[in-house]
């Protein structure tokens, strides 16, 4: 069974920094381009970045791009995003998500989602 | 960036209703449109790809058709599982932009 878990949100204070960590089980972790997105509280969703199952590519929304960085770690099946200068407006639940064709790197479409967790940029 | 426009925003249906969500693209993505379904507190769900092509293990009342920049999602025979948020996603080109959702509500 393909499970995402992510972890590392919570409270932060604007220009702050965050690390969201995603662990992947269920399926070969690095045949697959993995992928954040985001709803802001009441909000729809927003796709936030993208990484090639090599890290040979990484693609960023506009609205995050020079402040986010996202990286995996085959060896562990983990997927990151390093957040910094954060804004009020980074709230958001932030979900990782998985690529649903093996070998590429598409904006979509996600067929597997985590939970998600809440990041809260707020002095 | 290509923008993504759901219509409507919100919808009342009763059970048992066929309902039809639109999404337009702001330019031709050919089939490149995936559809899902959000319900509150909950990840999105996978329910077509490639414009018209059934997710595994959704219920074939789902069915998804289009091309180029105009696509539809219709739901028949609407069970009561199926309120919940509704988002189109292009698929053909960075950024992946969704669009601005549709809600069912119960009549």
């Known amino acids: 069974e393909v499970q995402l878990v992510e972890s590392g949100g919570g409270l932060v204070k604007p220009e702050g920094s965050l690390r969201l960590s995603c662990a992947a089980s269920?399926?070969?972790?690095?045949?697959?381009?993995m992928n954040w997105v985001r709803q802001a509280p009441g909000k729809g969703l927003e796709w936030v970045s993208s990484?090639?199952?090599?890290?040979?590519?990484?693609y960023y929304a506009e609205s995050v791009k020079g402040r986010f960085t996202v990286s995996r770690d085959n060896a562990k099946n983990s997927l990151f995003l390093h957040m910094n200068s954060l804004r009020a407006e980074d709230t958001a639940v932030y979900y990782c998500?998985?690529?649903?064709?093996?070998?590429?790197?598409?904006?979509?479409?996600?067929?597997?989602w985590g939970q998600g967790t809440l990041v809260t940029v707020s002095s | 960036d290509i923008q993504m426009t759901q219509s409507p925003s919100s919808v009342s249906v009763s059970v048992g209703d066929r309902v039809n969500i639109t999404c337009r693209a702001s330019?031709?993505?050919?089939?490149?449109l995936a559809w899902y379904q959000q319900k509150p507190g909950k990840a999105p769900k996978l329910l077509i790809y490639?414009?018209?092509s059934l997710q595994s293990g959704v219920p074939s009342r789902f069915s998804g058709s289009g091309s180029g920049t105009d696509f539809t999602l219709t739901i028949s025979g609407l069970q009561p599982e199926d309120f919940a948020t509704y988002y189109c996603q292009q698929a053909n080109s960075f950024p992946g932009t969704f669009g601005q959702g549709t809600r069912l509500e119960i009549k």
């Open positions: 269920g399926f070969t972790f690095n045949s697959y381009s």
């Open positions: 330019q031709d993505i050919s089939n490149w």
């Open positions: 998500a998985r690529e649903m064709v093996r070998g590429v790197i598409t904006p979509g479409p996600f067929e597997y």
């Open positions: 490639a414009a018209s």
């Open positions: 990484i090639s199952s090599s890290s040979s590519y990484m």
